[in-house]
């Protein structure tokens, strides 16, 4: 059951080194084996069996886990030889409510803010990414969606139990409060946050890799690269290099240096 | 070209086919190749400098692109449209296909290390597996000259594990970039080597190909022709010598024999029509990968061949190996903040480090029989690609981690030498046909100790490299059960038509020349003794170039 919740996929390091290794996190089985551990210390829950699908519905109970019985998106995907030079802009068909790109919007920018001149995550279009994620037929992008679409349900909810109001209506020093409950390490020993923490983290990486996908945010991450080269590749610079020396020397490794 | 018109009928447009073509038709024979995927071309097709925020999801691999949306791989992947294939109960294997001219060659990942005296003749040394049948200073020069065709970048180490090549046939290897200078010296320091790996990257402009400018991944393809596939130089310069026709979209399906038992045609099934042909084949060349070959053979049952033809030995499907393969990746806190500088290089790793445990083998130190190398991963990615380890928090801080994290990572994937076993092997399933009409593979695979104790040998190591690197390494390494790939994963499988010495326990002689039927040729992978952990296809390569030419010669004789 779990293999089928494996938040964001990317492509590979290297061709050959990963080409067999798409990078998955996000709830994975170690992470199922941790709720496991909550679960049997006994925070607040009944006695269970080890079973992982039982600890997993315990922790959703007790996270106030909202059950969206979302249907499932059917539809056809890309294929298997689209065009690589001009891809399709938007392969199936968009499903987020405005309702749920407008909270998406706001958790997008709680995470990614505009920064100086460098604009917000809404602002560089990652709730559009997130509509065609959670819109793709493909089964991860499926299971993402029984976990990502919730959890926006789950803010909502939260402001209300908290508040009263829903999550876009509140101020942002209350929605801080709320988002700095799931936002950090303390929240999988909470069995009211760990649920809901762990579909988080899953939402901050793909927001995250979004973020710094687009023109602006490669700019800000400072990756330098995907331009020809004439002549030789010129390998690190000399403040790199001097770099490299220092924590060479650091790790007491100067002796061994690759020459 | 009519029917009656050419010499030689090669099946497929990989590795060994277009190599076997380019050989053939520049000794003037004439040659027809029948391509079961679409014809393909790399300066129109390949999506040179696009982002991921170009592709759909990113360009996030999905069922219909295993590889992420730009790689190389037509109509094809962990799945074939209409062309299953099964596996035995309770075991796993992953079959890697693709459909277009070239084959897999258009994504693959150009490593390109030879194989030694020490890997040919390993059964000589420890009793298990096969030896090959001829030794390693036979075949050098075919090296030398599928090397020098190619163009392979890398350096003469003269480490046991890396035989050098002739002077001058190595083209310049890249420099080293941080990640993997950091890497090296902790290898080091444990008295472990790196070296600069070998890869069919061109870093000087040959032929009709440009040399590498150093951006955009190999894996989506090279439209200038620097990394190289066989549609940017094989099959354009086996073409311009006017012997070579190409028919795309032939899947073949069986090879035909005559009275006496030799081959006289070929059948495929034309798929733009799906109508079945016949051609006739005074030489058959299988070249259509591995196990594809071995089921056309399977698949070719006579009243002479009722096992399938080349079947006598019973060993066509038998033998079946990939490479062992697993990783471990770190996050190096001296590597957090660095400066930043251009490090995409030629988008894979410039330094590896090559199987070490040559001499600990000798004195029966390890538990293991056979070697490794591990490929090194890491580096200021971009973005898209880049995947942040764990991330805490929200807002300035979070991105300020984000920021610091990049380019902190480093990967380890290990490849190592699997042994043949009796439990790993490909039949031709009778139950179960593809959408031409065609009985499907089935495969069975398991692990053994050996492998096994290899991966756990490697994760352990990788853990004290990672160690010496300053990394936090007090996480528990994951059971070497866990840790492997699954069976084909590593997209390396060979072995399933061996040659060997003796018509009892091998399908092929050392010519690729199979022993039922001496006009019956194959010339990929499947003929692999054994599967050195050094990435099989520049061996597909030399072994299609020293056997071709062998063929032609046989040819002018009038021997076959």
Redesign the interface.
């Known amino acids: 059951m779990l293999e089928s919740t494996p938040f ?16 998955s ?1 996000g709830l994975s089985r170690r992470q199922t084996l941790k709720w496991m551990g909550v679960v049997a210390a006994g925070v607040t829950l009944p006695m269970l069996s080890g079973c992982e699908d039982v600890a997993i519905s315990a922790v959703k109970m007790a996270g106030h886990w909202p059950d969206l019985k979302l249907p499932k998106i059917t539809g056809e ?6 065009n ?2 001009s ?2 802009t ?2 199936w068909p968009l499903t987020m409510s405005k309702k749920q790109l407008h909270l998406a919007a706001q958790v997008c920018d ?4 505009r ?1 100086g001149d460098t604009p917000s995550a809404s602002e560089l279009k990652v709730p559009d ?1 997130l509509d ?2 959670v819109s ?1 037929p ?4 499926q299971a993402d969606r029984q976990e990502l679409l919730p959890a926006l349900v789950w803010l909502d909810e939260e402001s209300g139990r908290r508040f009263g109001k829903s999550f876009t209506d509140m101020s942002k020093t209350k929605q801080f409060s709320i ?1 700095d409950d799931i ?3 303390e929240a999988e020993s909470d069995p009211r946050y760990l649920y809901m923490a762990n579909v988080f ?1 899953g939402l ?2 793909l927001v ?3 973020y ?4 602006e ?2 700019k ?11 002549g ?6 000399p ?3 001097a ?2 020396d220092t ?2 020397d ?5 002796e ?3 020459s | 070209m009519s029917d009656l018109n050419y010499d030689v009928v090669v099946v497929g447009s990989g590795a060994g086919g277009a190599m076997a073509a380019y050989v053939l038709a520049n000794a003037g024979k004439r040659v027809l190749m029948l391509e079961a995927g679409r014809d393909y071309d790399p300066v129109k097709e390949t999506p040179m400098f696009q982002t991921v925020t170009d592709a759909p999801l990113l360009g996030a691999p999905t069922p219909d692109k295993d590889f992420g949306y730009f790689d190389a791989t037509v109509d094809g992947g962990w799945s074939v449209p209409g062309e299953p294939f099964t596996t035995a109960e309770g075991t796993e294997f992953k079959w890697w296909r693709s459909r277009m001219l070239g084959g897999r060659t258009n994504h693959w990942g150009r490593f390109s290390l030879r194989f030694s005296e020490h890997d040919f003749k390993a059964k000589s040394r420890d009793g298990l597996g096969a030896d090959w049948p001829f030794e390693y200073a036979e075949i050098a020069p075919w090296y030398d000259k599928t090397e020098e065709l190619v163009g392979i970048c890398g350096t003469n180490t003269g480490l046991d594990d890396m035989p050098d090549s002739a002077p001058g046939v190595l083209q310049p290897p890249p420099k080293p970039r941080v990640p993997e200078l950091l890497l090296a010296a902790a290898a080091k320091k444990l008295g472990i080597n790196a070296a600069p790996m070998h890869r069919a990257v061109l870093t000087r402009p040959k032929d009709i190909r440009s040399a590498c400018f150093y951006a955009t991944n190999c894996g989506r393809g090279c439209s200038i022709g620097a990394a190289f596939q066989t549609t940017t130089s094989l099959l354009p310069l086996a073409r311009a010598t006017g012997n070579l026709e190409i028919i795309t979209d032939a899947m073949v399906k069986s090879v035909e024999i005559d009275e006496q038992g030799r081959a006289k045609a070929v059948t495929y099934i034309d798929k733009t029509t799906v109508v079945e042909r016949q051609i006739a084949a005074p030489v058959v060349v299988l070249a259509a990968s591995a196990c594809e070959s071995a089921r056309i053979l399977l698949n070719s049952k006579s009243e002479r061949f009722p096992t399938g033809l080349a079947n006598t030995s019973g060993q066509v499907g038998k033998n079946l190996m990939d490479s062992t393969g697993a990783s471990l990746s770190a996050v190096i806190p001296a590597l957090k903040g660095r400066p930043i500088y251009n490090e995409d290089g030629h988008t894979a790793n410039h330094l590896y480090i090559p199987w070490w445990g040559h001499k600990a083998h000798a004195n029966n130190e390890l538990d293991f029989p056979r070697g490794y190398h591990f490929e090194v991963g890491g580096g200021f990615q971009a973005p898209g690609t880049y995947y942040p380890q764990s991330l805490q928090g929200y807002g300035s801080e979070l991105k300020q981690q984000a920021k610091l994290d990049y380019g902190s990572g480093v990967n380890l994937s290990l490849r190592g030498e699997m042994l043949p076993n009796e439990n790993c092997y490909m039949e031709v399933d009778e139950t179960v046909k593809d959408k031409w009409g065609i009985p499907v593979v089935k495969f069975h695979w398991q692990w053994s100790e050996h492998e096994l104790k290899q991966v756990k040998h490697g994760l352990e190591t990788a853990q004290a490299i990672f160690r010496e690197m300053g990394a936090d390494v007090s996480a528990s390494l994951p059971a070497p059960e866990d840790a492997i790939k699954k069976g084909g994963e590593i997209i390396h499988e060979v072995g399933v038509t061996r040659m060997g010495s003796s018509p009892e326990d091998s399908v092929c002689n050392e010519w690729g020349q199979t022993w039922d039927c001496e006009n019956v040729f194959v010339m990929d992978g499947g003929v692999f003794a054994s599967n050195p952990h050094k990435n099989c296809t520049l061996t597909i390569m030399t072994l299609a170039m020293r056997n071709a030419s062998w063929l032609a010669t046989q040819l002018d004789k009038g021997a076959i």
């Open positions: 964001i996929k990317t492509h590979s390091l290297s061709t050959e080194s990963s080409k067999a290794e798409a990078l996190a995907g890309y294929g298997q030889d689209p690589l030079i891809p399709l938007s392969p709680i995470l990614y803010p920064d990414l065609e994620w793709a493909y089964p991860n992008n988002v936002a950090y390490k983290d901050r990486t995250t890799i979004a710094f996908a687009s023109p945010g490669t800000d991450l400072g990756y330098i690269g995907n331009i020809p080269i004439a030789d590749y010129p390998g690190p610079t403040e790199a290099i770099h490299l924590i060479l650091e790790l007491g490794l100067t061994y240096a690759y």
